[in-house]
């Protein structure tokens, strides 16, 4: 199976950029590259996904590698609030009985220091 | 719209126990999948289901089954609990059909907690 990994943690001081990193070297062509945060006691919050090409979206950008072993994902001014553990996973999009199939690592916990 | 539910919140079992935790979909979605989530570590794909059937699992053993009802609700059924049962176990619902399931976005619910003694 697709694994992920991801720094165990990272800090960041508030309203700078974060850039959390994520290592998918056998990541298969039927891959998404989706990321999710989840904070405490609650489910995963989606956050973004792309399969090839960069993406922005109102909270995040992400970046993925050319050779798509690789991505990062951006929030361009941190707040208190996106203090969460945040999660890099591939999901199949292929006809197989992998389908749907989500594999995550154990994540990256942001802390947001005022 | 209405979010993803998921129930009980809390329960506590004893080991060779069965359990059943029920999920209700986001109002227009129509995949569901499980995840078991163990204190520290992230979420772990057990089974998803389109359209009443399995269509995708993990390395989960026959004692994890599931079910999915017409109105796309679902229920994770663990049978003979072990103590390493012990979980975060998430539902997510998500949109479309088995080609796109990989793209469309998971909407997770707060998750049940199992706890086996």
């Known amino acids: 199976d697709a694994k992920t990994t991801q720094p165990n943690s990272m800090e960041s001081n508030e309203e700078e950029p974060v850039h959390l990193p994520c290592n998918h070297s056998?990541?298969?062509?039927?891959?998404?590259i989706h990321w999710y945060r989840q904070l405490p006691s609650q489910g995963p919050e989606y956050v973004i996904h792309?399969?090839?090409s960069n993406v922005n979206n109102r909270m995040a950008s992400l970046a993925i590698a050319e050779d798509r072993k690789s991505s990062t994902l951006i929030l361009h001014r941190a707040t208190l609030r996106d203090a969460a553990v945040y999660y890099c996973?591939?999901?199949?999009?292929?006809?197989?009985?992998?389908?749907?199939?989500?594999?995550f690592g154990d994540g990256t916990t942001l802390t947001v220091k005022p | 719209e209405t979010g993803v539910t998921q129930s009980p919140t809390h329960l506590i079992k004893t080991r060779g126990q069965q359990v059943t935790l029920r999920c209700s979909s986001q109002?227009?979605?129509?995949?569901v999948s499980w995840y078991q989530q163990a204190l520290g570590q992230g979420p772990q794909f057990i089974f998803q289901y389109y359209r009443e059937e399995e269509n995708g699992r993990g390395n989960f053993p026959p004692r994890f089954s599931g079910l999915q009802f017409p109105n796309y609700s679902s229920e994770l059924n663990v049978n003979a609990l072990e103590l390493d049962d012990s979980a975060l176990y998430l539902c997510?619902?998500?949109?479309?059909?088995?080609?796109?399931?990989?793209?469309?976005?998971?909407?997770f619910g707060a998750g049940s907690r199992l706890t086996v003694l």
């Open positions: 997510a619902s998500s949109l479309g059909g088995v080609l796109l399931s990989g793209a469309n976005v998971l909407t």
């Open positions: 056998t990541i298969s062509g039927t891959d998404y």
């Open positions: 109002s227009g979605h129509n995949t």
């Open positions: 792309g399969l090839t």
């Open positions: 996973i591939l999901r199949d999009v292929s006809l197989t009985t992998n389908a749907g199939k989500s594999t």
